[in-house]
């Protein structure tokens, strides 16, 4: 995928500020600082359109960030979504339940996902909070990959034992698509844009 051009576009609040113009929308979850803003700027090849939080939890909006990308010479116009982050554990629990019902209000009521982003730490084994998160998408039968990131905290020799481990916790079925992700070793971004590709394709005209 060539980016063409990437803008912030707007931080949502509430439904009704969520664009209307029938994007697709590639939607990144995951819980606070696990590295969704950095993602964003890896994978679009810019150093601060995403803004990575000085006091991780503490953000209650949706940042839209529209792209412009060009596939085989056809454009490819989407947003990236970030939502809050959430588990931050200095959060009271009426502020993470806060959290957790901005997020599902979205990913109840907007109509354009075309592909969730689930974004764990390779590091570590899934939280209570990812495990939750992870049944909900499921129920809701959202279209989504995991991405394990921050693989350049381990070895590049045990990354790949490492996803597999994840993906038998998270996922014992194996029927979804678990890829290792850093922002400092840009060597996993081609496997994450086929994967979007093929979902822009997919709906573009």
Known sequence: M??????FTISAVNPRQYPN???????????????????????????????????PGKTRLINFYKILGETNAKELPFYFVDL???????MSKVQQAEVGKFIEQYLRKSKNISLVIFLIDIRHNPTVNDKIMYDYIINQNLPCIIIANKADKIAITKVDNQVKSLQDLLN????????PFSAERKIYTENVWNKIENKIVTISP
Not at 172 to 179: A, C, E, Q, S, V
Request: proline share 5%; charged share 25%.
């Open 21 to 55: 113009d029938d994007l697709p929308q590639i939607v990144l979850v995951g819980k606070s600082n696990v590295g969704k803003s950095s993602f964003i700027n890896t994978m679009i090849n810019r150093k601060k359109l995403a803004r990575t939080s000085s006091q």
């Open 84 to 90: 809050p982050g959430y588990g931050y554990s200095k």
């Open 172 to 179: 014992p079925l194996h029927d979804l698509t678990f890829l």
């Open 2 to 7: 060539k980016i063409k051009n990437s803008e």
